[in-house]
């Protein structure tokens, strides 16, 4: 089955405690892109990749760090997360980035509380 | 930059009513639109996309959109709501390069029975 795999579904850590969230494709997307959900503010992306070794800016990429070393894994890295980034983040793939209507693809979601 | 506005952030109508959900894009740009759908602790699931191959767009269950270029305005429908469509349903644009999604805050659609 197609799909965007992310790990885990809930984390609670502590400010300061490096985690990673891991998000897997088996559709051999090229464009990799992770997104935080939060109240009232829609989906704001973090980081996107276009293909492996290059990631890029989105609108809110403080705080967070992203490698692409292989084309199916793009993991996403707090390293020292704040309480500021509780929030519900989403990891999509995308077939053919070049193409403007090629939809995403998203995972279920990972809920992270930093307390 | 590409934006979508969305108005209305909560919508509630009974079962078997219209179902009207609205979109407005900013753009300079003929703008590549989309609507996903997102039910309780899942993903978001394409729903529709517009192409320009035509206004009206049709989607998975039963919903369509149409694209009004004088209104700058994707907005979503649905003949009559069933009790499963209750979910936030969003729009979104791409960036003129075709990099960048951008989502409006969503609506939460309510279907009282």
């Known amino acids: 089955e197609a799909q965007v795999t992310q790990n885990p579904r809930y984390l609670i850590t502590v400010t300061g405690k490096k985690l990673t969230v891991t998000c897997s494709q088996n559709?051999?997307?090229?464009?990799m892109s992770w997104y935080r959900q939060d109240p009232g503010l829609g989906l704001r992306q973090i980081y996107y990749?276009?293909?492996?070794?290059?990631?890029d800016k989105g609108d809110v990429p403080e705080g967070y760090k992203v490698s692409r070393k292989e084309k199916r894994n793009f993991p996403l890295i707090l390293e020292s997360p704040s309480p500021n980034q509780t929030s519900l983040y989403f990891c999509?793939?995308?077939?053919?980035?070049?193409?403007?209507?090629?939809?995403?693809?998203f995972g279920n979601g990972t809920r992270l509380t930093v307390t | 930059a590409q934006s979508v506005t969305q108005l209305g952030s909560h919508v509630s109508v009974s079962e078997g009513a219209l179902v009207l959900l609205r979109c407005n894009y900013s753009s300079s740009v003929p703008p590549y639109l989309f609507w996903y759908v997102q039910y309780p602790n899942q993903g978001l699931q394409l729903l529709l996309k517009?192409?320009?191959?035509?206004?009206l767009v049709k989607g998975i269950n039963g919903f369509e959109a149409e694209f009004k270029k004088s209104e700058t305005s994707f907005h979503l429908t649905k003949p009559s709501a069933h009790m499963s469509d209750a979910a936030e349903y969003f729009c979104a644009v791409t960036s003129n390069t075709g990099n960048q999604f951008y989502f409006g805050t969503g609506t939460s659609l309510t279907v009282i029975p």
């Open positions: 999509a793939s995308r077939a053919t980035p070049g193409v403007y209507n090629s939809p995403l693809h």
């Open positions: 559709m051999n997307h090229e464009y």
């Open positions: 517009y192409t320009s191959a035509a206004t």
């Open positions: 990749s276009m293909n492996v070794e290059v990631t």
